[in-house]
């Protein structure tokens, strides 16, 4: 099966300009997530969906971020104006809903986004 | 609060030795836990999950609940085995991963 896929790889923009990243989830995958991963830290939850419903945006900066995921299949996150410490890799993941299952997640090869 | 913590950032071992990379979890319940590895150049990638009770390229990882432990073990590291570790939690189902910072282990020869 064809993997999750993000674009682009690298991004360098200047604070306070924008940003947008897109996410094409495995075909199939009801439920997508965004991730933050800053150097020498874990993978942070930004935003989940399931289908094109948000189901957990308790960590996502609203004030500057934002997500959607219209017709329940891609995905774009969008930082809006950003900041210096928003530099990070964003990693997408996407996986089935099967109830009662120990499923882990397929990810994406992520964006590095870089804020000078 | 849910948390994972790994303990050790580097972990440096020599080709053959004994490897035990340590995660250790908050939750109140019923967990699910996860390891995940990312080699060099690739892609986050599902390693182990505790209830499978499965041996993945001689990895092991059992799910202890009274210390709250989920460390991943292999008898004989090798040098391919570089790479960096993330142990990951899930609480209530359908909810999402919570990752530790991970640890970086290195084998070498």
């Known amino acids: 099966e064809a993997g999750v896929a993000q674009s682009p790889r690298y991004k360098i923009i200047e604070k306070r300009q924008s940003v947008a990243f897109w996410c094409n989830p495995i075909?199939?995958?009801?439920?997508l997530y965004w991730y933050q991963q800053i150097l020498g830290q874990g993978p942070k939850l930004l935003i989940q969906?399931?289908?094109?419903?948000?189901?957990?945006d308790s960590q996502l900066p609203k004030d500057r971020f934002s997500a959607e995921r219209l017709k329940g299949v891609d995905s774009t996150l969008k930082i809006q104006p950003a900041k210096l410490e928003d530099s990070a890799v964003y990693l997408c993941?996407?996986?089935?809903?099967?109830?009662?299952?120990?499923?882990?997640?397929?990810f994406g090869s992520g964006t590095r986004l870089t804020v000078v | 609060a849910q948390r994972v913590t790994q303990p050790e950032k580097l972990l440096s071992v020599f080709k053959g030795a004994p490897v035990e990379l340590k995660c250790n979890y908050s939750?109140?319940?019923?967990?699910?836990l996860f390891w995940y590895v990312q080699y060099s150049r690739q892609r986050l990638q599902l390693l182990l999950r505790?209830?499978s009770r499965e041996s993945i390229k001689g990895f092991t990882a059992d799910l202890n609940k009274g210390e709250t432990s989920f460390h991943l073990k292999k008898p004989f590291a090798q040098e391919e085995d570089s790479a960096m570790y993330y142990c990951?939690?899930?609480?209530?189902?359908?909810?999402?991963?919570?990752f530790g910072k991970g640890t970086t282990l290195s084998v070498s020869s």
């Open positions: 993941a996407s996986s089935p809903i099967r109830t009662g299952a120990n499923y882990g997640y397929t």
């Open positions: 075909s199939g995958h009801a439920t």
């Open positions: 969906f399931q289908n094109n419903g948000v189901v957990d």
């Open positions: 939750y109140s319940g019923s967990p699910e």
């Open positions: 505790h209830i």
């Open positions: 990951a939690l899930r609480g209530q189902a359908g909810t999402a991963l919570i």
